[in-house]
């Protein structure tokens, strides 16, 4: 897997949500310590504008994984026939499997996160075998006592053009430095079997 750091040259300007929300969220009790065992000083620290990516190719594998999971038994995903004659070149990969880049590439920088929103538009289909890009950019950083509520732009990229799918995320965030290093490998199956 490939993480690259990017600094947008405009950021994204996104509004803040409304406050009873924020105050709910903020008396939520987090998993994960904002202290870390390396110097602060050392860690890349998100901004506003950054770009987060790891690269996936998705397998059959996953995909059946996706659907023992989920119990997604929906045989678009599994029969050639049934996805030529709704209009697919080929059997699609779940759009929710390849959304889950999103949550990925957050916690992997940001252990202790916690997911509060995604909006997805889908916009072209994945196959097997197609190189995906996912990422995330920060668009917009709110200080909540000793944790941070990030939105972020989300996009998948096929082939490094074709945007696939996007959407808005946003994550609390115990710290904003950033995790170096991924313990997961883009061509592992991540559900098993």
């Known amino acids: 897997m490939r993480i690259f ?19 709910s969220v903020s008396s939520l009790m987090y998993c994960f310590s904002s202290s870390s065992s390396s110097s602060s000083s050392a860690m ?35 029969d050639s026939e049934c996805a030529r004659n709704a209009g697919f070149e080929d059997i699609p990969v ?38 995906i890009i996912g990422q995330v950019q920060a668009s917009n950083i709110r200080q909540l006592k000793q944790k941070y509520m990030v939105r972020f732009v989300t996009t998948c990229f096929k082939d490094g053009e074709i ?8 994550a609390i965030l115990p710290t904003l430095a950033m995790k170096q290093g991924d313990n997961h490998n883009s061509e592992s199956n991540d559900f098993g079997s």
Do not use: C
């Not at 770009?51 to 397998?59: I, M, N, P």
């Not at 945007?163 to 946003?170: F, L, N, Q, S």
């Open 5 to 23: 750091f990017k600094t947008a040259a405009k950021p994204f300007n996104a509004t803040v949500m409304k406050r009873p929300f924020w105050d």
């Open 44 to 78: 890349n620290v998100l901004k506003t504008g950054d770009v987060l990516e790891q690269a996936r190719v998705f397998s059959t594998s996953d995909i059946a994984g996706y659907s023992k999971l989920t119990h997604d038994s929906n045989p678009l995903h599994f």
């Open 94 to 131: 779940p759009g929710m499997l390849v959304a889950s880049l999103f949550p990925r590439i957050i916690a992997s920088h940001f252990p202790g996160a916690i997911y509060v929103k995604q909006t997805l538009d889908f916009r072209s289909p994945v196959f097997v075998g197609d190189n």
């Open 163 to 170: 945007v696939v799918i996007g959407g808005e995320a946003t």
